[in-house]
């Protein structure tokens, strides 16, 4: 019976599901401040769908859609009912609105799909992905050198992908990418693989190859997705405790690569992991004894001039750690520790800021992790020590106050000292260091049709740090965001955020000496606002086109200085039909300054991502073309081009371009079988 009732659910919900979502959609927020890796890692999400009939309360809170109650009411109805036999099944649960379905569908399998659906998703599948990207005019890092300038790239202009992947959504999973960037020699300057191994008996989970590793709040270890302050100002302020996963990105930092072990007995569950890899660092001269050190890491991934060549695995880095966990229904507490050794010692740049920055060859973190589930609220938190005695912790809690009000709080505190190299816990720094702060956050839903979401946070920087010339700085950032959806098939967004931060500021003086004219810069540590503004909307005219408006605006200012300004609009149109798709932009922008860019997401092919930073003056274009030769065979074709106005040439460096315009193309090719 229970499946005759599923199958007319299915003939009614399958056409609004399967309605495209956006990325943007799904993140809830505009892309500013939103990294590179944190799209990469959300981008892995996507690819590696979640098992609804076996995931766990942290893998599904971990997605961000689904708040407290809701993610109750999931576990509460598969406890009651059994296994799901469809995705679709989702929509019995009563708090499940449309909505959540949408943005939760591409994110979900099911391994006892029935066979009315479509392909039996239970079954082991592999795809192939294979994708190119040049710019097409020709920037000066593929020019012939010069007599007054020699330094060039070391290769093409082509950028490539290679990416395969074999899963058994039950227990197996295997998977290696191949990636060269614009100018690189080597067709496989980076290379990435996995092996994957789950539940085996008492074996949780066995990674072979390149990992992530997310424990309690990432203030040692948070290699998983996670937006920080966004304009879902309740459910990222909290980060899941996943364990290892498989590390699938491009990017050529921040993973794991050796084994990795998770143990479950009952509610007790043990980790292990050992990592080996060689890192991209600055090489420095010997020193008077012969020793060489590194002065940073580098991140970029780029090996495409000598200088960079010669920081390509400089440094042996090496990971052992581990630790044990207790979790109930409700509750989970647990330990991690985590010991890092360098081959070489890492010594920064002798600047005040960098006084209490790691320096050495060693590092060891001791960390307490614990969260524990009410029926209306989590309360949650990580502590963690490192070798050179400083301390990192957050403390938080959210929930609902009501069926229409909620709210989450935390509290965090990194010292100048605390050295962490793949913490990424709730902060306003990039790095988990030399900070304290406190972030308030709600979100009201009078009805279905209104929403609007709030936070304020305020931080403290105790120590000196880079561009701020003075200690004890701090600041606050406010966001509201309204959201109003008239129907199924069209919504209205504004968004208005205020940052406040004190930045060194300088300007030239004016002074006489010895009867002569001089100049000098004086430098202030001084206020600077910067506030921004996002509208959005979206509505779906025909089954098979839909339309999406876009305005953003921005004011930067320093204290007792005249403000800049810059905006952009742009609109955006979706046509499919059939095996075919095509996805088009035209954008115009103006910005008196780098500090009011614009960034607009922007649609790409699968598994790809772009959000440029438009500024100056100019207009933006592009398309996205696909099509399904057959049910395992996918095409993309994508072509952008920014034309600029009021100059002559684009980008500077290497990648100058001598005339106002650039256009850029992407072919993809993804075959499942």
Not at 223 to 251: D, M, N, Q, V
Not at 607 to 628: C, E, K, Q
Request: glycine share 8%; charged share 20%; aromatic share 16%.
């Amino acid at each position: 019976m229970k499946q005759v009732i599923l199958l007319l659910i299915l003939g009614i919900m399958m056409p609004k599901l399967q309605a495209q979502v956006s990325n943007e959609d799904i993140l809830g927020t505009s892309v500013e401040g939103v990294s590179e890796e944190t799209f990469e890692n959300w981008l892995q999400i996507q690819s590696n769908p979640l098992d609804i009939n076996r995931l766990d309360y942290e893998s599904l809170s971990g997605l961000g859609i689904l708040s407290t109650a809701q993610l109750k009411a999931f576990f509460d109805y598969r406890q009651s009912f059994g296994p799901f036999i469809s995705i679709y099944e989702l929509q019995s649960i009563p708090s499940f609105t449309l909505d959540v379905l949408k943005k939760l569908a591409p994110f979900v399998t099911c391994s006892q799909e029935v066979s009315s659906i479509g392909r039996d998703l239970s079954l082991a599948k592999s795809w192939l992905l294979v994708r190119f990207s040049q710019t097409l005019e020709e920037k000066k890092g593929f020019t012939p050198p010069t007599n007054t300038s020699t330094v060039r790239y070391a290769d093409s202009p082509i950028k490539s992908l290679l990416r395969y992947k074999y899963a058994n959504p039950k227990n197996l999973s295997i998977g290696f990418t191949i990636e060269k960037d614009e100018g690189e020699s080597n067709w496989t300057d980076f290379t990435s693989f996995h092996i994957q191994v789950q539940n085996k008996g008492i074996l949780k989970n066995l990674v072979v190859g390149d990992y992530q590793l997310q424990m309690g709040q990432g203030v040692a270890t948070g290699g998983g997705f996670s937006l920080g302050k966004s304009a879902e100002t309740i459910l990222f302020t909290r980060k899941p405790t996943l364990g290892g996963r498989p590390y699938t990105s491009s990017l050529e930092s921040g993973f794991f690569r050796g084994v990795l072990t998770h143990f479950q007995w009952h509610k007790w569950q043990g980790l292990g992991f050992i990592s080996r890899i060689l890192r991209d660092a600055n090489q420095l001269a010997p020193d008077s004894l012969g020793v060489v050190s590194v002065s940073s890491l580098q991140t970029s991934g780029f090996h495409r001039t000598a200088s960079e060549i010669a920081d390509k695995k400089a440094l042996l880095e090496s990971n052992l750690g581990g630790g044990i966990s207790y979790q109930s229904e409700l509750s989970r507490v647990g330990i991690l520790l985590q010991y890092t050794t360098f081959d070489k010692p890492l010594l920064k740049a002798n600047k005040t800021y960098n006084q209490y920055e790691f320096a050495g060859t060693q590092n060891l973190l001791l960390s307490f992790y614990y969260n524990y589930t009410l029926s209306f609220a989590q309360v949650f938190g990580e502590i963690t020590r490192s070798s050179s005695g400083g301390i990192g912790s957050v403390f938080g809690v959210l929930g609902s106050l009501s069926r229409r009000w909620d709210m989450s709080l935390l509290f965090r505190k990194f010292t100048p000292n605390f050295h962490s190299f793949y913490g990424n816990a709730f902060s306003e720094n990039t790095r988990n260091i030399n900070e304290t702060g406190i972030y308030w956050g709600l979100k009201f839903m009078p009805s279905r049709r209104w929403q609007w979401t709030a936070y304020f946070d305020y931080f403290y920087f105790p120590w000196y740090k880079y561009l701020v010339d003075l200690p004890q700085t701090q600041g606050f950032e406010a966001l509201l965001k309204l959201n109003y959806q008239p129907s199924k098939i069209s919504r209205i967004s504004g968004q208005l955020r205020m940052e406040n931060k004190e930045e060194n500021f300088s300007w030239k003086e004016t002074y006489i000496e010895n009867n002569k004219t001089k100049t000098r810069t004086i430098t202030e540590v001084i206020p600077r606002y910067r506030w921004t503004f996002n509208g959005y909307y979206t509505n779906k005219f025909a089954n098979h086109l839909s339309i999406q408006s876009r305005i953003s605006g921005s004011i930067f200012k320093y204290k007792l200085q005249n403000p800049t300004y810059g905006w952009a609009v742009s609109q955006d149109a979706k046509w499919s039909r059939g095996a075919w798709s095509l996805a088009a932009r035209v954008a115009y922008f103006s910005t008196q300054d780098y500090d009011n860019r614009q960034y607009t997401y922007e649609q790409d092919v699968q598994y790809a991502f772009s959000f440029p930073a438009y500024n100056g003056r100019g207009w933006r274009y592009y398309s996205v073309l696909s099509y399904d030769v057959n049910k395992n065979l996918t095409i993309w074709l994508r072509w952008s081009r920014t034309d600029y106005l009021g100059q002559e040439t684009v980008g500077s460096g290497l990648d100058e371009i001598p005339v106002p315009h650039r256009s850029d193309v992407k072919a993809q090719i993804r075959w499942v079988f």
